[in-house]
């Protein structure tokens, strides 16, 4: 601890700002890490269970509650949908919508606090260059070159915050392309979900099958 406090010292008081924005980064960066992880599925066994429960079964009450089984934005997307059937088409598509902004605004949470991290943190550690390297020129002005401790000091302070700007910014930068492409595969699995039900529904239609929306009867008791 006494090494770091003492390069918080030596990097004056930019290093505060660095501070704050790596706790931030690192605490949004795990929060992002498992809650993605979390809302990760099987789409195709759970595609496979929703179509088997409206063509095979006709059940939409069987299929809402495969729905309420799974995780994730693709399952609740899919179960708006499903709770339209007979609406519309245009309806449908709507609510599909809306149910898929309302899940990718919980998806890309807290990305806009890493995006700020990575672009901020190299920003400070700059400004931390420049004011060392004024202190050093004012050390340098005020007792020449006959204590070169009082310029190095300021020297320091330039090279150690650029490099904790760099060294926050770098990790905080992979792991927002990291989210950014687990998110648009979100975005794939969504968009290959929603074909798959508007065009379940369309075969429901054309085939005249109506799901049967009523809870399954409880088993007689012996």
């Known amino acids: 601890m006494g090494t770091f406090w003492g390069y918080m010292e030596q990097g004056g008081p930019v290093m505060w700002p660095l501070l704050a924005f ?3 980064g690192l605490a949004f960066a795990i929060e992002r890490f498992f809650a993605l992880r979390k809302a990760q599925i099987n789409v195709n066994e ?3 269970k929703i179509r088997k429960a409206l063509m095979v079964n006709r059940s939409l009450r069987d299929a809402v509650k495969i729905c309420e089984q799974y ?14 059937f007979g609406q519309p088409k245009e309806d449908v598509e709507k609510t599909i919508e809306n149910a898929a902004l309302y899940e990718m605004g919980r998806l890309e949470r807290g990305l806009n606090v890493l995006a700020t991290t990575a672009n901020v943190a190299p920003l400070l550690g700059f400004l931390g260059t420049v004011t060392g390297m004024i202190n050093s ?6 007792q020449g070159l006959s204590n070169p401790g009082a310029v190095a000091a300021g020297i320091s302070e330039a090279l150690i915050t650029t490099a904790t700007g760099l060294i926050i910014a770098i990790p905080i930068q992979l792991a927002y392309n990291y989210f950014m492409t687990k998110i648009n595969k979100f975005v794939r699995d969504i968009e290959t ?30």
Do not use: H
């Not at 020129?137 to 005020?142: M, S």
């Not at 929603?194 to 379940?200: G, Q, R």
């Open 46 to 48: 759970f595609l496979a």
């Open 71 to 84: 995780r994730g934005p693709v399952a609740s997307i899919m179960k708006a949908g499903l709770l339209k």
């Open 137 to 142: 020129f004012d050390a340098l002005a005020k």
């Open 22 to 24: 790596s706790i931030l």
């Open 193 to 222: 979900a929603t074909n798959m039900l508007i065009e379940t529904f369309s075969e429901m239609d054309r085939g005249g099958i109506t799901p049967d929306r009523s809870e399954p009867a409880a088993p007689a008791k012996s």
